[in-house]
């Protein structure tokens, strides 16, 4: 079987289940926020290791959990769990072996770049339309631009990437654009028309350059997928990239400056 019916496969059984836990919310959806930041943490810690950085993990996993925990249950503790994070230092000056001044910075790095978008997305499932909406952004952008590329592909985006190219990448946003508005049209004035292409914008910029910042980290640090624990399409950070700078961006436009 090639790699791309492999992808497909996967997907035919992944996509219903995050859209299951999404419908269902609560519980079911937070617990699999806090599972899936906790993989892809783990993943971007490990990239690391390639160049001799050894981040203490299980600190860093549970801190993960607490964070995204805090924010959709206990948003009063929040601030204070976060500026708590200096102690990732302290424990890293009590290291006996691996120690070195970078190890706590990373840690930060990884809990600011994944733990805070996936704690964003877990406070969304409040209306479940919404996260239907970033994940199929998300599958739309990934898919279109793929086989975009694969099909049309003639000019190299970036030398970061040297297999995405710049007709994969407009295929991207068109299509990423294009189910924004479609989503208008099925749903009951959650978002307006003027929002829609709005929010296919964003996603469609902002989900390209996560990708291209997690092609960066994996060239910078020598590999070439974040793990192979999904068949055929790598790490969870291969395939959460681009919803964890989606997120964020669509988060903060829905919830602060469209109420401007």
């Known amino acids: 079987m090639n790699n791309t019916a492999i992808r497909i496969l996967v997907s035919f059984f992944a996509i219903p289940l995050m859209l299951f836990l999404s419908y269902k919310g609560g519980y079911y959806f937070s617990v699999f926020t806090v599972i899936i930041a906790a993989l892809c943490l783990y993943e971007f810690y490990s990239l690391f290791g390639h160049k001799g950085f050894y981040v203490l993990k299980i600190p860093g996993l549970i801190y993960s ?7 959709v249950y206990f948003r009063e503790y929040f601030a204070y769990l976060l ?9 890293e000056a009590l ?7 970078y190890n706590p910075s990373i840690a930060i790095a990884g809990l600011v770049y994944i733990s805070l978008p996936f704690a964003l997305l877990s406070g969304l499932d409040r209306d479940y339309r919404i996260v239907f909406l970033l994940f199929m952004l998300v599958w739309v952008l990934d898919s279109s631009a793929y086989f975009g590329g694969k099909f049309f592909g003639k000019h190299r985006l970036s030398s ?5 190219t710049i007709e994969g990448a407009v295929f991207g946003f068109v299509f990423t ?20 292409v709005i929010i296919g914008i964003l996603a469609g ?20 997928d974040s793990s192979g624990i999904i068949p055929g399409h790598g790490g969870m950070l291969d395939r959460f990239d681009s919803l964890i700078f989606i997120t964020p961006v669509i988060y903060v436009y829905l919830n602060i400056i469209r109420n401007l």
């Open 95 to 101: 290291r006996k072996e691996r120690r070195n001044i």
């Open 65 to 71: 959990s607490a964070l995204i925990i805090s924010w």
């Open 160 to 164: 970061i990437s040297p297999k995405k």
């Open 177 to 196: 654009v294009i189910t924004a508005v479609i989503f208008y049209f099925s749903t009951d004035n959650l978002i307006t028309p003027g929002e829609s």
């Open 83 to 91: 500026c708590s994070s200096v102690l990732f230092f302290l424990i």
């Open 205 to 224: 910029i902002f989900g390209q350059a996560c990708d291209l910042f997690e092609s960066y980290l994996k060239r910078a640090t020598g590999v070439k």
